[in-house]
């Protein structure tokens, strides 16, 4: 079921970028087979990698991926710092990674260039279907090695939200090329000769000539107001090629309700007419876009489709899927509870992931 646009066919579904480790490459790797567009979260990638080769890699598939990372040497330097054959043995703690900073070294950029890559090479792994790469935009620190990790699999999509993806589009057109990219680090009162700026140049990374462009992956802001959408279009560094349009219901961490905070009964943030996206405004930007926000059922398609929209994106029901990354007693328990009726979801401030599974982007939520 894939919707036409102009150019290449757009995914009528897109299974929505959970992190950490919640979509991971076998998730998204089932989303794509059936020809839908699955998305691999990339948060905190390098950690998760490290541990997964820690926890000894049980059938090799981390291993298999990295055999085909195109920077030399990398993937053998992190096989033998972290992998650990047939597991940790119990009571011994991970070897963590250090905190990601500004001006890391080159090999901390190469083993998260490597982490991202290997995650998207297995969820394209086998087929020919789309895969998208999911970033928070206020992580920034890590973001240009992860981008660049994910292209060098040839990743078909970047979604990023959680902050305003201004600089990516340029971001990802510069990395294509093998060139030099930045991103401004958004410092509250930092002084003005501070240089707050992360780089990435490619050339830096290979012993001699950078292999072929790399293709160009969609870019696809997850936004929660029209404005934004408005100004990303006249203001991005680069070309936008679509939307995903969360609305307050959405599962993992939402924006914050406009105005003034208000708490309903259970403590959670009280959404209104003033969060509700102007759908009419986005339609007139003549760009794609998707709806998320209890948006999973056929209905709540049929619905984004009259509304103009080129489908959904879809985030808890895909976190419940057999091959998402959540610990299958967890999984179980919840669906066990949710088939009894006995399951409520809240909305929890300051605290993610946060999923409350009800509700549509089209209507406001009730206040209580
Ligand atoms: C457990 C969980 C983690 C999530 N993590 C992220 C994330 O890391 N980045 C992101 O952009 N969205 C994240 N989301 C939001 C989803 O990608 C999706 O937009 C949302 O879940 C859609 O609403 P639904 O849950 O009602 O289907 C997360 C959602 C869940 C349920």
Redesign the pocket.
């Known amino acids: 079921m894939l919707a036409s646009s102009i150019g290449s066919p757009l995914p009528m579904i897109i299974q ?5 480790g ?1 979509s991971g490459w076998r998730l998204a790797r089932a989303v794509s087979l059936r020809g839908q567009l699955g998305v691999v ?1 990339a ?1 905190a990638i390098d950690s998760v990698f490290v541990r997964r080769l820690q926890d000894g890699d049980p059938g090799g598939d981390l291993r298999r991926a990295m055999d085909h990372f195109p920077l030399p040497g990398i993937a053998a330097a992190a096989l033998r710092r972290y992998y650990r054959e047939g597991g940790r043995p119990a009571g011994v703690p991970y070897r963590m990674l250090g905190m990601y900073h500004k001006g890391v070294g080159r090999a901390r950029e190469q083993l998260t260039m490597l982490a991202s890559f290997v995650e998207v090479w297995l969820a394209k792994e086998g087929h020919d279907g789309p895969v998208g790469v ?1 970033l ?1 935009t206020k992580i920034q620190l890590p973001n240009l090695a992860i981008l660049y990790g994910a292209m060098l699999a040839g990743v078909d999509y970047v ?4 902050g305003i993806p201004r600089e990516i589009p340029g971001v990802l057109d510069a990395l294509a090329a093998h060139q030099p990219a930045s991103i401004r680090l958004e410092i509250d009162g930092a002084s003005p000769e501070l240089d707050a700026t992360v780089r990435l140049d490619p050339r830096d990374h290979w012993g001699g000539a950078p292999p072929a462009l790399l293709t160009r992956p969609r870019f696809l802001a ?1 936004i929660a107001s029209n404005s934004l959408a408005t100004m990303l279009v006249r203001k991005a560094s680069g070309r936008v090629d679509g939307f ?1 349009i ?1 609305g307050p ?5 939402n924006a914050p309700p406009r105005g003034a905070l208000r708490l309903n009964g259970h403590g959670e943030p009280i959404y209104g007419e003033r969060d509700m996206v102007d759908l009419a405004a986005v339609r007139e930007l003549g760009l794609p876009f998707w709806l ?5 059922s056929p209905a709540a398609l049929r619905g984004a489709l009259d509304a103009g929209a080129t489908g959904i ?5 895909f ?1 419940f899927a057999e091959e998402s990354g959540l610990a299958a007693e967890y999984k179980r328990s919840v669906l066990q509870h949710a088939a009894q009726g006995a399951m409520e979801g809240r909305r929890q401030r300051g605290a ?2 946060d ?3 009800s509700g549509s982007v089209l209507e406001p939520p009730p206040a209580d």
């Open positions: 929505g970028g959970m992190g950490i919640v979260s948060t999911n928070l979604l990023m939200g959680a997850i995903v969360e219901t959405a599962g993992g961490h998320a926000g209890g948006t999973g994106q879809v985030g808890t029901l976190a993610r992931p999923t409350r599974p």
